[in-house]
């Protein structure tokens, strides 16, 4: 049973340019979740999905950030107009339809921004 | 200003020994804590988790202890291995605080053989 999937594992993008980040669930999970961390700091939560939903993005930023979980696919985190400030560790987290809970976390993908 | 960056608190044991890492959450709606331990470069990993009706869980060489009363959470590890060595957070939610995960600030645990 394959777990939570992201990628790339590694992703470099000038300034300006957009960035389009992956993540596949595990096997029966329906909720996904986008976690930021920056170095030497905790995850900090971005935004909650359900298939073709957005449950919950109270802690993603206003303007540039949007994501998506569409009905079939991955769930995609883009980031349009990146600046240095966005270089950071993204990870997805997956859960089974629970109100709360655990989350499996993926291996995360670095974004650095040049 | 000149920004600062922060710096993960830490510990450092000797290998065998038996660690304590600490947490302090600052929700007292929060249901549901989980321990999870995250190695450079790679993503959390499920440590140990108690619901709040429990102040205390075993697993395979840790335990985790709840204090509700003054909101605090502790890992420990029993005889402390090298491949113990990695960053451990704390993190909670509930019903009431939603589904995400509020991480704590993560604890550098070093392990010395």
């Known amino acids: 049973n394959a777990g939570v999937m992201q990628n790339p594992r590694h992703l470099v993008r000038r300034r300006g340019q957009e960035a389009r980040l992956r993540c596949s669930p595990m096997?029966?999970?329906?909720?996904v979740y986008w976690y930021r961390q920056l170095p030497e700091e905790g995850l900090k939560f971005m935004v909650y999905?359900?298939?073709?939903?957005?449950?919950?993005e109270s802690g993603m930023p206003k303007e540039r950030f949007s994501a998506e979980f569409p009905k079939e696919g991955p769930s995609i985190l883009r980031i349009q107009q990146v600046v240095r400030g966005d270089s950071a560790a993204y990870f997805c987290?997956?859960?089974?339809?629970?109100?709360?809970?655990?989350?499996?976390f993926g291996p995360g993908t670095r974004l650095t921004v040049l | 200003g000149e920004s600062v960056g922060l710096h993960l608190p830490t510990l450092s044991v000797q290998e065998g020994d038996n660690s304590i890492i600490n947490c302090a959450y600052s929700?007292?709606?929060?249901?549901?804590f989980i321990w999870y331990k995250q190695e450079s470069g790679k993503g959390p990993q499920f440590i140990i988790d108690?619901?709040?009706?429990?102040d205390k869980r075993q697993g395979q060489r840790v335990t985790v202890l709840l204090n509700k009363t003054v909101k605090h959470l502790s890992l420990q590890i029993a005889a402390t291995q090298p491949g113990d060595s990695a960053v451990y957070f704390c993190?909670?939610?509930?019903?009431?605080?939603?589904?995400?995960?509020?991480f704590g600030e993560g604890t550098q645990l070093t392990v010395n053989p």
């Open positions: 987290a997956s859960s089974p339809p629970v109100v709360y809970g655990e989350q499996f």
């Open positions: 096997k029966g999970h329906s909720h």
């Open positions: 999905l359900q298939k073709e939903n957005i449950i919950d």
């Open positions: 929700n007292s709606a929060s249901d549901y």
């Open positions: 108690i619901r709040s009706n429990m």
């Open positions: 993190a909670e939610n509930g019903e009431t605080s939603g589904s995400r995960l509020t």
